[in-house]
């Protein structure tokens, strides 16, 4: 028998809203086409996406490296702005994902669809409690930001955004442009990690998740597309482990190493990846 589930209407006005803002920033852009507004909302998109990336991520939900408190209030605060819920929130969502993975307890199951893992479980509500993240509960920023995780989103997601464009006549081009379609592009660059990452690609390390390594979803999610890799060594703060392998968030906290930013970076031996593929190898061979 099929669970009927609650839709969220919070959750489904909030995106509504976004994504018809977003296409009023696209008429927007048509009639008042500004190349500082442009640079504004390149600028968001990769401040917010690192928020995501490199700090609800891979420094929240998996510490995989540590961070100065002042590269963390940045990854909370441009996190907030990205309107995918409190760092806490993401991360208690994202480690029961890893323990469950492809299980009706994952939140964002693939084996529920392409469109369910994509956007469908944001749409509905749920009884995912928070749990998983007693280290987090114990960090002052974290709980901070989740205390005042909606006046964030609006103050750097949007006001802040206007107040810049503000500056060379173009404040509702901002907030159209680098606050919504900024936040619309970015909210499928996220989801794809959860939808396409699982679908699309090769599995060089483990068959055992459904996790999988792509160019293509790491070209539009800052680095995250290599997530076979991802799903077999979780505490690694590389997703693209190899040299050539795109991966903008992992060169990111890697030059923040060399001033002082982070540190830490916890890396996978060579030799366990080594012998992940070998494993791998042997198996397709005696397919």
């Not at 907030?175 to 699982?198: E, K, P, W």
């Not at 160019?215 to 690694?236: K, S």
């Amino acid at each position: 028998m099929t669970t009927r589930r609650e839709l969220d209407w919070i959750n489904i006005s909030v995106l509504g809203a976004v994504h018809l803002l977003a296409a009023g920033g696209v008429v927007w852009s048509v009639f008042h086409f500004s190349w500082a507004t442009i640079a504004l909302a390149l600028v968001w998109f990769a401040l917010c996406g690192l928020g995501i990336t490199g700090g609800y991520h891979r420094l929240f939900s998996h510490p995989t490296y540590e961070a100065a408190a002042w590269l963390r209030w940045v990854y909370l605060v441009f996190g907030a702005a990205s309107v995918q819920n409190s760092a806490l929130k993401w991360s208690s969502d994202h480690r029961v994902h890893h323990s469950k993975v492809d299980r009706d307890e994952d939140p964002y199951n693939i084996r529920s669809g392409f469109w369910w893992a994509h956007i469908g479980w944001v749409l509905v509500k749920g009884d995912r409690a928070i749990e998983r993240v007693k280290d987090l509960e114990a960090d002052p920023l974290v709980m901070w930001q989740h205390r005042n995780y909606v006046l964030l989103a609006v103050v750097f997601g949007a006001l802040i955004p206007m107040g810049i464009g503000a500056l060379w006549g173009d404040a509702i081009g901002a907030l159209l442009i680098a606050g919504f379609l900024r936040l619309a592009l970015q909210y499928h660059a996220t989801f794809a990690v959860n939808s396409l990452a699982h679908y699309l690609g090769s599995q060089p390390y483990d068959t055992t998740t459904s996790a999988r390594d792509s160019f293509v979803t790491a070209l539009v999610t800052l680095g995250e597309g290599y997530h076979n890799f991802h799903h077999r060594f979780q505490n690694d703060y590389r997703n693209g482990v190899r040299g050539w392998q795109l991966d903008p968030t992992k060169w990111f906290v890697w030059t923040m190493s060399k001033v002082g930013a982070t540190r830490n970076l916890r890396r996978t031996p060579r030799e366990k990846i080594d012998a992940a593929l070998a494993a791998r190898r042997a198996q397709r061979s005696a397919a």
